[in-house]
């Protein structure tokens, strides 16, 4: 998911398990859990490395 997405940019800072709520159209909120991080380039200190790669998303809606 990119965090470019407006989804993506809200899940910015929550780790594997934490959940958010979302809202969806008719008013109606569906809840989203991390469930995985594929690359954390900010923990292994390469900011660089997998910059323009695509990543799958794995939620669970």
């Given amino acids: ?8 940019s809200a899940l910015l800072g929550l780790a594997v ?3 958010m709520a979302w809202p969806v159209p008719r008013g109606n909120t ?3 859990r991390v469930l995985d991080v ?3 380039p900010k923990r292994s200190s390469e ?6 790669s695509s ?3 794995n ?3």
């Fill in 47 to 52: 900011y660089t490395k997998g910059l323009f």
């Fill in 17 to 19: 398990g934490q959940q």
């Fill in 30 to 32: 569906i809840k989203v």
């Fill in 1 to 8: 998911m990119s965090v470019l997405a407006p989804v993506g």
């Fill in 38 to 40: 594929s690359y954390q």
């Fill in 55 to 57: 990543a799958s998303s």
């Fill in 59 to 61: 939620l669970i809606y």
